[in-house]
């Protein structure tokens, strides 16, 4: 932990590292539910969802990584045990148990569209009050806008083939 860099902080730190462990549940169970969706997958456009799925798993992770990096500069303790995963999360987790791509692909915008509501908050609790973990939220939020398109992009590819 840095001392001073947690001190410039104008929010309750501990709350902030709550928020961001939330935030780091939903990242592992989207990177899971992207990754076993890839595999899963069966229907139309098979190739083109496969590859645009696995992609933003790899983004997922990413965040989650990015996440575990600013919980540890504040001096917190990232969740440590894949239990937490379904305690913590804002999000939840759709199990792909309908593996057609249509399917597949709604449960992802779902999850994305949370995921947009996440940082949207993250970044409005942290403006002028922490400029680093803002920086952040602003980034990952930049990616789960792209996200949401990509998956409306294919939704809308898969209607119009029909
Ligand atoms: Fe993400
Ligand atoms: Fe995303
Ligand atoms: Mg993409």
């Given at each position: 932990m840095g001392t001073k860099g947690r001190s410039i902080?104008?929010?309750?730190v501990d709350e902030l590292i709550k928020v961001l462990n939330k935030a780091l549940a939903d990242e592992w169970l989207a990177y899971y539910q992207y990754w076993i969706g890839s595999k899963v997958l069966v229907g139309p456009m098979k190739g083109e969802v496969t590859t645009e799925l696995i992609e933003h798993a790899t983004d997922e992770l990413r965040h989650a990584d990015m996440l575990v990096q600013r919980i540890i500069q504040l001096g917190g303790t990232p969740i440590?045990?894949?239990?937490e995963w379904m305690k913590l999360t804002n999000c939840g987790y759709d199990i792909p148990?309908?593996?057609?791509v249509k399917k597949i692909l709604e449960q992802n915008i779902k999850g994305e569209q949370c995921a947009i509501d996440v940082y949207d908050k993250l970044m409005k609790m942290t403006q002028g009050k922490d400029p680093i973990t803002y920086q952040m939220a602003f980034e990952i939020l930049r990616d789960e806008v792209e996200h949401e398109e990509d998956l409306q992009g294919l939704e809308e590819d898969l209607v119009n083939m029909k």
């Open positions: 902080v104008g929010l309750d440590l045990t894949p239990a148990s309908d593996p057609h």
